[in-house]
């Protein structure tokens, strides 16, 4: 599992004192985490890094980041992330998690959610793998799930720009198909913005046709995350 602190070295650049030196960052806990984003304003911090670092929460990794609680209770909420990633981690291992603060970015590729070419129908492989992560998104509940589609730069940006669209929806279509809630998810087409690999290569076309879930605490989780905080 990937755990990023981006957000924690920011913080303890703009206040000066939450931590001083690499060592401490690199050492600190999710609780601490939470408590360096409180002591910043909390959101309003998240907000700000969110914006140049994910696009004022256009991407999976700006929505984890723009919605940070922060504090003790940001801390309590990142716990409980750290238990649903490594259950992700279990049921899917060729899924690429990264634990961001107090969410969940994961990242599926061709290999786990894949469609027919040009279209946004899922293989029989995708719904295999999206049926294995049903059980760890009905357990964690209280979490709301955002679904960004992508593709490779090969066709029209128009084009791409609808497939992606049609691709983050049909995944949604199908996990509320099989249960969960509707309400939980929130759906953007991203076409052949934000690759992460090289688009002039098959492999990295390959890459770049992938979907990214942002997994975060929905207002139940961080009213309960609030009353956590308030007894410790």
């Known amino acids: 599992m990937k755990n990023l602190k981006i957000s924690l070295v920011a913080l303890a650049v703009l206040t000066g004192s939450v931590f001083t030196g690499c060592d401490a960052v690199q050492n600190a806990s999710n609780e601490q985490k939470g408590v360096a984003i409180g002591a910043a304003s909390g959101a309003v911090i998240g907000g700000i890094l969110g914006n140049n670092l994910g696009k004022g929460g256009n991407t999976a990794l700006g929505a984890i980041i723009g919605g940070a609680v922060g504090g003790v209770a940001g801390g309590v909420i990142g716990n409980k992330m750290d238990k649903q990633a490594q259950k992700i981690e279990e049921a899917l291992p060729g899924a690429d998690v990264v634990r961001v603060d107090e969410g969940i970015q994961l990242v599926l590729g061709e290999s786990s959610v894949n469609f027919e070419i040009s279209k946004a129908t899922l293989t029989s492989t995708a719904k295999a793998n999206l049926d294995k992560l049903i059980p760890v998104f009905t357990e964690y509940a209280e979490t709301d799930i955002k679904i960004y589609g992508y ?3 090969t066709g029209s940006v128009d084009f791409n720009q609808k497939l992606s669209e049609q691709r983050a929806a049909s995944v949604k279509d199908y996990l509320v198909s099989k249960g969960l809630k509707a309400s939980r998810f929130v759906t ?9 690999a090289d688009n002039t290569t098959v492999e990295g076309r390959s890459k770049n046709r992938r979907v990214e879930f942002a997994i ?3 207002e139940t989780m961080k009213q309960q995350a609030e009353k956590e905080a308030q007894q410790q």
Do not use: C, L, R
């Not at 953007?188 to 992460?196: L, N, R, S, V, Y």
């Open 151 to 153: 593709t490779d730069s």
């Open 188 to 196: 953007k087409g991203m076409g052949i913005a934000d690759p992460i």
């Open 216 to 218: 975060t605490a929905n």
